[in-house]
């Protein structure tokens, strides 16, 4: 549930549906809280229309914040798939791991020096709209805006991993340790720390009738703690996939169907057989296709002795396919994205084996475990 609405500097961005929720909800705790005890003694709508304005201004802070993020990964030759803007703030959605702890560093850092250059930009202009004698209604939001960006920053600067504060506090570590799983795994601890520390703080403030900080405690500690944990394995399986080709995982001898076959003989004659979840289709060992459970379970009972695969099975135009030189961790990429549970690995246009999600797991496991 979201919209993309279009590119910025070439990386696109999503606003996601929370996010409405998230410029109501800053609106109205501006307009009944902060605004009123801030500038006193102005009308209700006056109140409304600083809130919607500040909340604009904060999400655009927010956005300005996480393009400087992809701006450099982008420019150091990391891809970046895209920008999500949602109600807890933004994500920059950077495909690969940075190869080396300096760019990592500068990567995380951007942020924050961002948004202090932000406040400082909004509250020179605060100033000079002072000196003009300018609406409140401009000069509110500015005030707010230089706030809102110095907290960002400063908030983004916890050592708590994956805010950026805990992607210098690993590059730090990474540099000095040599070891990226190493210095992972401390900067998730903090980071899983602090957020359990944000979510008791945040019952705290409910217990004390705080309501809507004490939510906003919780909700973004729960979010910060989700980040850190897939952050974390996320890390780990590209650390550990590191140069592992498809090649060398593959399954070589695949047992393939002819496109002719019944369905009802595939059934008897392989799936029964073989624990697999599919198998690739073929006509004068030529790959025409996958035919999975999936493709299977479409097909009425009774009509199994009348159909044939190459008419149920997913054909390869529609298929997405490894090559053998592929590394291990793009082929788990393409088939999470796809939800996909298996690639045939064509080379040459023959088809030359199998890889499964299963293979590329079980090759995550022993090189874990045996890296101790
Ligand atoms: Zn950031």
Avoid at 118 to 144: C, K, M
Avoid at 293 to 309: A, F, G, S
Wanted: glycine fraction near 10%; hydrophobic fraction near 50%.
């Amino acid at each position: 549930m979201s919209i993309r609405i279009g590119r910025l500097l070439g990386v696109p961005l999503i606003l996601h549906y929370t996010l409405i929720l998230g410029v109501l909800l800053i609106t109205w705790t501006l307009t009944v809280g902060y605004l009123p005890s801030e500038y006193p003694g102005l009308a209700s709508a006056t109140y409304w229309l600083i809130g919607a304005i500040a909340a604009i201004v904060l999400f655009t802070s927010v956005l300005i914040h996480e393009l400087a993020h992809s701006y450099i990964a982008k420019k150091s030759g990391l891809p970046v798939r895209r920008i999500v803007l949602f109600i807890f703030g933004g994500v920059s959605e950077i495909e690969e791991e940075p190869k080396e702890a300096n760019l990592e560093f500068k990567m995380a850092l951007a942020g924050p020096l961002t948004s202090f250059g932000i406040a400082l930009v909004l509250w020179l202009f605060q100033y000079g709209a002072l000196a003009l004698r300018a609406s409140v209604v401009i000069v509110a939001p500015l005030e707010y805006g230089a706030y809102i960006n110095v907290l960002l920053g400063g908030f983004n600067l916890v050592p708590a991993f994956p805010l950026d504060g805990g992607r210098i506090l690993r590059a730090g570590i990474w540099r000095w340790k040599k070891d990226l799983i190493k210095a992972t795994r401390i900067a998730t601890r903090v980071g899983v720390v602090f957020a359990y520390l944000m979510i008791f703080g945040g019952f705290m403030f409910l217990i004390g009738g705080v309501f809507i900080s004490g939510l906003w405690f919780i909700l973004i500690g729960w979010f910060l703690k989700n980040g850190a944990e897939s952050s974390y394995r996320q890390t780990i399986i590209s650390e550990a996939l590191t140069g592992v080709s498809i090649r060398e995982i593959m399954t070589r001898d695949v047992h393939t169907v002819d496109a002719d076959t019944s369905v009802k003989d595939v059934v008897e004659t392989h799936f029964t057989q073989y624990k697999h979840g599919g198998f690739p289709v073929e006509k004068d060992s030529r790959l025409l296709g996958l035919v999975t459970l999936e493709d299977i379970r479409k097909i009425p009972r009774e009509k199994w002795q009348e159909t044939k695969v190459g008419d149920v099975m997913t054909p390869c135009e529609k298929l997405k396919c490894a090559s053998p030189d592929e590394l291990a961790v793009d082929a788990l990429m393409k088939m999470s994205k796809q939800e996909i549970g298996r690639l045939p690995v064509q080379e040459d246009g023959k088809l030359v084996g199998i890889v499964t999600r299963g293979d590329i797991l079980h090759t995550i496991r022993v090189r874990t475990e045996l890296k101790g």
